[in-house]
C-alpha cells in the first residue's frame, strides 16, 4: 500500500475528498432552508388553502433583534395587507395578471412593491436618514451642479406637472434621493409628492420624466410627515413611477414590433 493508504482500496485523500462532499451538501441544505425566513410558505394559484412550502420545510423561527431596539421573528407567517389590483390574463395557472381599475395603482407588474415595515429608516445615530434639504443642515447642493429647486417637472407628454420645492437627501450615504414635487394646479395645503432621482433627467432649465404623464403626478403617494418617508411609503413611490413604464400610456403595452 502506498503512503497515507488505510487499506487496498481507501486513502486520506478520499476520506478527504467523501468528507467535503458531505459537509458542501450539508451546507446547501442549510442555505436553501435559511432562504426560506422571508415568503414562505408560497400562496398557491390552486386555492387559497393551499400552502406550498418545498423541500427543504420552513425552519422553526428565530428572534432577531434590531438595532433600533425592535425584536422581530423570522419567519413569522405575516399575511400581507397588499390588495392586487389585477385579474388572470389567462385560465392557467402562472398566468400574467392584467390590471383592473387605474393600472398605476395596481401594484403589479413593474408597479408592484413590497408590504415593508412602515417604519422611518434612521442612520446609525438614530435620526431620519432621508430628509429635505430644510431638514439637514450642512447638506446643500454643489455651485457646479444644477439646483433643480424651483424647475419646473415636465412628463413624458412635455406638459408641467409640478415645480421642484426641495430635495431630499440620503445622510447615511451623503447623496440625494428625491426631488420634492408641488404638483401643478394642486389645491393650497395639499401634500407635495416626491420623485425619485433615478427616474429624472435634470438640466439647468427643467426636470424631464419620462415614466409618467404630467397630469399622473397628482397619483403619486405622498408621505404621512412632511419632512419624513418611511420604508413602505418609498417602496409605494417607486412601485408608481415603475407602474408609469409600462402602464402611463396604452401604447407601451403594446408590442415593439
Sequence with gaps: MGTGAITAYIDVAQIALYAFWVFFAGLIYYLHREDKREGYPLESDRSPNVNVRGFPDIPKPKTFRLRDGRIVMAPNFRVSKQVLGGTASA????????????????????????????????????????????AAPGFGVVDRDPDPRGLPVVGLDNQVGGTVTDVWVDRAEAVFRYLEVEVAGAPAGTPHVLLPINFTRISRRRVKVRSILASQFAGVPTTAEPDKVTLLEEDKIMGYYGGGTLYAIPDRQEPLL
Design 91 to 134: 385560465n392557467h395557472l402562472g398566468a400574467p395578471l392584467t390590471p383592473t381599475g387605474d393600472p398605476m395603482q395596481a401594484a403589479i407588474g413593474p408597479g408592484s412593491y413590497a408590504d415593508r415595515a412602515d417604519l422611518v429608516d434612521t442612520t446609525v445615530d438614530g435620526a431620519p436618514r432621508i430628509v429635505p434639504l430644510r
